[in-house]
């Protein structure tokens, strides 16, 4: 055999080595690496996109926390002024109270005052009636008269 014969069955056998590696080999481990890139791909533009979603979530879990701050503070100034207007119910009706009950010791002061006004008058009656009887009982004179009203008045 000569070496031309030998070097065109190796050339040969070496472009079927090439093509069998070709179909048969390199074709799915190709295909294999290409699937394996789209998944790291995939994944890493998966964990960019939670890493996005991650961010927005803590943005929108701040400006939960904020909304919920300012409605508690809202609800505390509520709170406070509706406690604020329960004091000022409180000291009105406390004072509406002390109207009253001021109202009612005059009432009961102007009836003890009529009442010993007309006790008064009773006993000025009576007195009246014994100045007179004391009059009567004495002699009929005008100076004893006078006296005896003079002490009346006195008494009264």
């Known amino acids: 055999m000569s070496i031309n014969a030998t070097l065109l069955i190796q050339i040969v056998a070496f472009v079927l080595l090439i093509w069998f590696v070709n179909k048969v080999l390199w074709g799915p ?52 002024k509706r406690a604020n207007e329960i004091v000022d119910d409180a000291k009105t009706k406390a004072q509406e109270e002390a109207e009253r009950v001021r109202a009612g010791a005059q009432a009961e002061l102007a009836q003890e005052v009529a009442a010993a006004r007309e006790q008064l008058r009773t006993e000025v009656a009576s007195l009246a009636a014994a100045g007179a009887g004391q009059i009567l009982a004495r002699e009929i004179d005008a100076k004893a ?7 009346l008045v006195k008494q009264i």
């Open 29 to 80: 481990i190709s295909k294999l690496m290409e699937e394996r890139q789209k998944r790291i791909a995939d994944g890493l533009s998966a964990a960019e996109k939670g890493k996005r979603e991650l961010e927005m979530a803590e943005k929108r879990a701040k400006e939960v926390l904020k909304d919920a701050k300012e409605q508690a503070q809202n609800i505390i100034g509520q709170a406070e």
């Open 145 to 151: 008269h006078q006296d005896i009203l003079d002490r």
